[in-house]
């Protein structure tokens, strides 16, 4: 259970961001307590990843402010960047390195020293299964094996806070199934995850809390124990009824 004395690992204030003429992002305003596992849904085109590049630091806000892990997103951007992990919906790898070179470039980018990051790189193969994995070359690698050994990239440097755009496409049932079990002891160690996500069945299985995005604005956001009970179904229906009422406004 998320501790309320400790301050959010994410607060935005009406953050915001346009393209030209076109909103983005509309104020969002929005609190993810330490330790959730925090499921951000949404149609194409809502605007989920461009939260997450702002709270990344990846893109600049037109308005508002934000912090992550402590730090402002603004005035404090390496700061963030060194406290969160992040896999985006297609992971950059540098194809003809093995998994361990890539992890080793990541893990000294990082700012981990030789040994530290030999440390670090031989744990996170571990505790993601796959060690197998570390003398061959990238660039022949599935989808789900790029996926495993970007989220290693991700969680290589201990984040506090973690964010993965869409982590099950393209996974086959045991991806998504492996994925889960993955975020469950990364919460159990006390991570924070922030999740943007389209499917509705892992946000029942794996998130404490959710948010609804509908046309670049927060049309919902609430914890899953005051959803108790909402099985996949259920979330379906609320889900429809929140974003149809978004594209309504
Ligand atoms: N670089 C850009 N220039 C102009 N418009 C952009 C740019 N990036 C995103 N957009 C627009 O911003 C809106 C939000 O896009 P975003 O990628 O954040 O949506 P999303 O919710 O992540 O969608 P999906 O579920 O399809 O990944 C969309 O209308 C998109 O066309």
């Known amino acids: ?57 990846l893109l600049k ?21 060194s406290a969160i992990g992040y896999l985006p919906e297609n992971v950059r790898l540098y194809d003809r390195f093995t998994t361990y070179e890539n992890l080793m470039f990541f893990a000294r980018l990082s700012g981990l020293r030789a040994k530290a990051a030999k440390e670090h790189v031989a744990e996170t193969l571990h505790f993601l299964g796959i060690d197998h994995l570390a003398d061959r070359r990238v660039g022949t690698f599935s989808k789900g094996m790029r996926q495993r050994v970007g989220l290693a990239q991700a969680i290589l440097h201990a984040p506090s806070v ?13 991806g998504v199934r492996h994925l889960r079990e ?17 499917l509705l069945s892992e946000v029942a299985r794996s998130c404490t809390s959710i948010g609804v995005l509908a046309q670049g604005r927060l049309v919902f956001h609430d914890s899953i124990s005051a959803l108790d009970g909402y099985d996949e179904r259920a979330l379906e229906e609320l889900y429809v009824g929140v974003a149809r009422q978004g594209e309504a406004a």
């Open 182 to 198: 993955v975020i469950d002891r990364l919460r159990d160690n006390g991570m924070t995850i922030f999740m943007n996500t389209h």
């Open 61 to 81: 806000p037109t308005g508002g402010a934000a912090s992550v892990a402590g730090h402002d997103i603004r005035s404090a951007p390496l700061k963030v960047r």
């Open 162 to 174: 973690l964010f993965l755009d869409e982590p099950t496409s393209g996974l086959d049932p045991m």
């Open 1 to 57: 259970m998320p501790d309320p004395q400790t301050p959010p690992a994410v607060v935005t204030r009406d953050l915001s961001v346009r393209y030209g003429d076109h909103i983005a992002l509309h104020p969002l305003t929005l609190s993810v307590a330490q330790g959730e596992v925090f499921g951000f849904l949404g149609h194409n085109g809502a605007g989920k990843t461009t939260t997450i590049r702002l709270l990344t630091t």
